[in-house]
């Protein structure tokens, strides 16, 4: 079947900006969500957007959705060592579905 | 405050041994699902259920089995059937309005010794 892509890995420096991108699969999505994994633990909402937006801002976190290339990214500005984390794009088709990427790993150095 | 919460953190196995996962919410969702996670390949659905007493298969059921008596419980039975049950099990519900996002635990590290 189609998979939610994400690139597995991002490497950035302290205070750089980060930017994860996903490719979604259903253009009839709903919403679409960010979710970040720590080490050992669930997965806690960061954001979701609305299939009628095209952008998303709250605090460092802006999303950003292209529907006709259905294509995802979520930047985080300022990225700080407590950011590091696993993170997994989502898509949402009807209320009893949802999809997951594979998740990218982002690395935050000092 | 309402979550979910998932026990135990660990749990070890012998061959041959079946297991039961429990997850518990009191946020009055009506849909719980339970979710595994191997290393790289994100998460994969178990099982999922709506409504109390009704659940439905996931993607990789097999060598699963599940129960809903209760809307706040959703226990997973990893049987003997499953032949590499090593894993992160990951249980979630999801709000039943506005965005229907899940809520999840914190999972359970499952280990076969």
Redesign the interface.
């Known amino acids: 079947g189609e998979d939610v892509e994400q690139s597995l890995f991002l490497s950035v420096r302290e205070g750089d900006s980060s930017v994860i991108n996903c490719t979604y699969t259903d253009s009839s999505s709903t919403y679409l969500y960010w979710y970040k994994q720590e080490p050992g633990a669930g997965l806690q909402l960061l954001t979701y957007i609305f299939s009628n937006m095209d952008m998303k801002q709250d605090q460092r976190l802006t999303v950003l959705l292209n529907k006709k290339d259905k294509h995802l990214s979520l930047r985080i500005a300022d990225t700080q060592t407590g950011d590091s984390a696993i993170y997994f794009c989502a898509e949402s088709i009807y209320r009893n579905d949802m999809r997951f990427g594979a998740g990218t790993r982002l690395t935050v150095k000092p | 405050d309402g979550g ?1 919460t ?1 026990s135990p953190k660990y749990l070890f196995r012998k061959e041959g041994q079946n297991v039961t996962l429990s997850c518990e919410q009191n946020l009055n969702h009506d ?1 719980m699902y339970w979710y595994r996670q191997d290393p ?4 994969r659905l178990i099982y ?1 259920s ?1 409504i109390v007493n009704d659940f439905q298969k996931g993607d990789i059921a097999e060598g699963y089995s599940v129960s809903r008596e209760k809307k706040e419980s959703f226990p997973l039975t990893v049987t003997s059937a499953q032949k590499n049950p090593t894993a992160f099990y ?1 249980c ?1 519900s ?1 709000r039943d309005r506005g ?9 359970t ?1 499952l280990t076969v010794v």
């Open positions: 979910i998932q849909a790289g390949q994100g998460l999922y709506q990951l979630a999801r965005d229907y996002g899940y809520t999840f635990g914190s999972g590290r």
